[in-house]
């Protein structure tokens, strides 16, 4: 342990280390370690006189000088020493000129970093001109880059490379006239990591309602959040049920027997060509109609109450076997049907059947009122 606050940085100027004295001195919160020396710090002389952080890294370590929070009225004595291409400031505590104010904001930006880092889906925050002013770790994760990189940058980098080249006009429409695509919504949109590689986000966008001043400036700026979700594995298996659902149509499709699916309500959810060749609907006029437009015979009428009397009861007919029926073709002629009917488990609470059916053509005369010639379920 160290009885002074200590912060260690490699050459690129990017603070490795920062004990809790540091942090507590400086203000610098749980995320030090994901920061910039120069984009955080400020170095002044015992006279008050800027000193650049390059200029620091030369000083003699017997020197003593002064090191500022940027963002919150607060300061340490320190001294630099080098160890290769790390330097380590001791830094011990100074009058510090710190209002409550700034405290109490600064320690609500550490809170709701934490809050923010907490999630799994990658959140930015952006000013009107598109400039990226948070991330947290799940973007750093996804899209590749450190909070360094995207910090100071414009959002426009992580944007697919179809919408890359006009985001900023999609914002300068906004702030100009309030109309937008994506404000408030949730929308489908191409991303981009580092390497180049593109995939499908859920973004949700919306304008944050608490001002932020400008440093230095009176004047309030627009801020806004996007909150992404990735649909990679969302589009994968949605690629695979679609690629199965097409393969069973294309099975379906290939049968020389007509084939419905219905539901419990006795509407057609599916249909195969053989049906439409056979009954000379249209799959379309097939699809959301109920399947008693090709029951034959007095049993159209009576089909729904076929179906509930199933339902209730479990008692059936035709359900799991194969027989004779009498079908209607669109033109209101009649023929002869062997017709074989299951229902399907599909763990859904809704309740599917299948019907497969094969046409008798040598029984087309024969249309009486044979005993068990009915479509009850």
Not at 104 to 110: E, F, H, Q, W
Not at 180 to 207: C, N
Not at 228 to 249: A, F, G, H, P, Y
Request: hydrophobic residues 35%.
């Amino acid at each position: 342990s160290f009885e002074a606050g200590l912060l260690i940085d490699n050459e690129s100027g990017n603070i490795l280390y920062a004990n809790v004295l540091a942090r507590e001195l400086l203000f610098l919160g749980h995320q030090a370690t994901e920061t910039n020396v120069e984009s955080s710090l400020e170095f002044t002389d015992k006279y008050k006189n800027s000193i650049s952080w390059k200029k620091v890294k030369h000083l003699s370590p017997d020197v003593t000088f002064i090191v500022s929070c940027k963002d919150v009225k607060c300061s340490a004595e320190a001294r630099l020493a080098s160890v290769g291409d790390y330097s380590l400031l001791f830094l011990s505590p100074k009058d510090q000129d710190v209002s409550a104010n700034d405290a109490s904001a600064m320690m609500a930006s550490n809170v709701l970093s934490s809050i923010l880092d907490a999630s799994l889906d990658p959140i930015f925050q952006v000013n009107e001109e598109g400039i990226i002013k948070r991330v947290n770790k799940a973007a750093t994760t996804q899209f590749g880059w450190t909070k360094q990189e995207f910090l100071g940058q414009n959002i426009e980098m992580i944007v697919g490379q179809e919408h890359a080249s006009r985001h900023d006009q999609y914002m300068e429409r906004y702030l100009l006239t309030g109309e937008t695509h994506v404000m408030g919504t949730k929308r489908e949109l191409p991303a981009r990591r580092k390497d180049g590689s593109e995939f499908i986000i859920q973004l949700s966008l919306v304008e944050v309602n608490v001002p932020v001043k400008h440093q230095n400036q009176g004047e309030e700026e627009r801020m806004f959040c996007g909150f992404i979700v990735d649909l990679t594995k969302q589009k994968e298996l949605q690629s695979r049920i679609e690629s199965e659902r097409n393969l069973m149509k294309g099975i379906l499709d290939a049968s020389l027997d007509p084939f419905f699916q219905i539901n419990d309500k006795g509407r057609i959810v599916m249909v195969n060509d053989a049906a439409t060749r056979q009954f000379q609907w249209t799959r379309e006029e097939f699809l959301g109609n109920n399947i008693s437009m090709i029951v034959g015979g007095e049993h159209a009428n009576r089909h729904d109450e076929y179906i509930q009397h199933y339902l209730s009861t479990g008692e059936t007919r035709v359900m799991g076997t194969r027989r004779l029926l009498p079908a209607r073709r669109k033109d209101n002629s009649e023929f002869m049907i062997q017709l074989s009917l299951v229902e399907i488990n599909h763990g859904e609470k809704e309740r599917i059947f299948c019907g497969f059916i094969l046409d008798f053509p040598e029984m087309d005369n024969w249309m009486g009122e044979a005993p068990g010639n009915s479509w009850c379920c």
